[in-house]
């Protein structure tokens, strides 16, 4: 990733992750987390769950700037790695969207305490979303202050990477089982397979009315070219009950991790709590 800004420097003393156990066996997995608890004497405000992108982690750089963040304010903060991803356990073609939605519920459940902003960023944002959904369905919807959503990629799986795909590389994932994507983020291309694109469709939300049930701001850049603004926009016009915020953002890429960006992701948390 790029280099970091001064002011979002992190300390040197990097803290080890915490795992919890999710799942049952076999298909049972160790979450890594990193968990900053509020500091005592402040005044009590939401917590924060950052929740990464596809193949990113929790030490990128728009986490650990607000992990820096929260220390400063004395917030609880709380990003976690999801399976085949940084610390945890397991293979990144063997995941799908089911398994990482349920992590996000344990480690929200597991590891927060009262009202959690959720902040997520690419694939993190559709993430943010089914577990909102996923909270109203089990009456705890009162466990979000909000989200912020960075780049929403909702139903990416069907919407921008299947819909997208030639009929050449549609017959290889069926044959082959896996598409290996090039991505402008890594020399290596990502393994999307046929379970992680037909396991998403379990979790489509486009195909209906979205609701949270809390303040929502999306950030979004006009030059992202993973994600685009027009599905920012269908998000929006998804979002029909809930209050919604759109910024965006003229020259922003997909990442928004410049240090003006992560300025106005702070300003966003700060605004809903």
């Not at 379970?195 to 379990?202: A, Q």
């Amino acid at each position: 990733m790029n280099g970091q800004d001064p002011q979002f420097e992190i300390a040197a003393k990097s803290s080890l992750p915490q795992f919890i156990r999710v799942g049952k066996a076999p298909s049972e997995r160790r979450i890594a987390y990193l968990s900053r608890t509020a500091r005592k004497g402040r005044k009590k405000r939401p917590g924060v769950i950052w929740l990464g992108g596809l193949k990113s982690d929790m030490r990128s750089l728009k986490a650990s700037a607000l992990d820096a963040w929260a220390e400063e304010q004395g917030r609880a903060f709380l990003r976690f790695d999801y399976s085949g991803h940084g610390d945890s356990d397991g293979r990144f073609e063997d995941a799908t969207i089911g398994d990482w939605l349920e992590e996000s519920l344990a480690v929200l459940r597991s590891q927060s305490s009262g009202p959690q902003i959720l902040v997520g960023s690419s694939m993190g944002g559709w993430l943010a979303l089914l577990v909102a959904r996923a909270l109203q369905t089990a009456g705890d919807e009162k466990r979000l202050a909000g989200l912020v959503l960075i780049a929403p990629a909702v139903d990416f799986t069907e919407r921008l990477i299947w819909a997208r795909l030639s009929p050449e590389a549609k017959a290889d994932m069926e044959t082959k089982g896996v598409w290996l994507r090039q991505s402008a983020y890594s020399a290596e291309p990502y393994p999307i397979t046929r379970k992680l694109i037909e396991e998403g469709r379990k979790h489509l939300l486009f195909d209906s009315i979205i609701r949270t049930y809390c303040p929502v701001h999306i950030l979004q850049g006009l030059k992202d070219e993973d994600v685009p603004p027009s599905h920012a926009m269908a998000l929006v016009e998804h979002l029909v009950g809930d209050e919604v915020v759109l910024t965006s953002i003229k020259d922003g890429d997909h990442r928004l991790s410049r240090p003006e960006d992560i300025a106005r992701l702070i300003a966003a948390i700060e605004a809903i709590a």
